[in-house]
């Protein structure tokens, strides 16, 4: 956290001296023997479990990127390929996950991806609008609900 704080500094000052380097240091370190007091020592395994909890959360991340371009793929095949028809389609479904801010995360990650938008949240129900039939396969017990499912399981344990 020190170096981190001392590389903003000079970040913010756009320029390093001798002077900016003294008062960089002190004011860093001050600043963490401040949070240090503040917030306390984290356990080893609090952080062991926080580190797999910002892997899976990559993981999950790194996961959307990739349905993102699937379902861009699947969108432009539909609207320049001819003849086919599109058929847009409201589906409600219910979600496992617990957690307020998964299922929001849920709703988000169908959002982005192309081709589908949640229209409503409510509790543990979505209401989700399809461009076409076939986006809306999947849609229960989807792989971004099992993956929001791990990280929500882990989460948990870490407090």
């Not at 002190?26 to 062991?48: D, H, M, N, Q, Y």
């Not at 192309?114 to 986006?135: R, S």
Request: charge should be neutral; include cysteine; charged fraction near 20%.
């Amino acid at each position: 956290m020190f170096f981190i704080l001392l590389g903003l500094w000079f970040v913010f000052n756009e320029r390093v001296t001798l002077e900016l380097l003294v008062i960089g240091v002190i004011i860093s370190a001050a600043l963490c023997v401040f949070c240090r007091c503040l917030i306390g020592r984290p356990e080893k395994k609090s952080l062991t479990r926080r580190s797999q909890l910002f892997a899976l959360s990559a993981q999950y991340f790194l996961f959307v990127l990739k349905q993102i371009f699937q379902s861009n793929i699947n969108v432009l095949r539909l609207i320049v390929t001819p003849g086919i028809e599109p058929e847009p389609q409201l589906h409600y479904f219910r979600t496992t996950l617990k957690n307020d801010l998964s299922r929001v995360m849920l709703a988000n990650s169908i959002t982005i991806t192309p081709g589908t938008i949640t229209c409503k949240l409510e509790n543990d129900e979505l209401c989700v609008h399809t461009l076409d039939k076939p986006l809306a396969d999947g849609l229960v017990d989807s792989e971004f609900e099992k993956r929001l499912l791990e990280v929500e399981a882990m989460a948990n344990a870490a407090e």
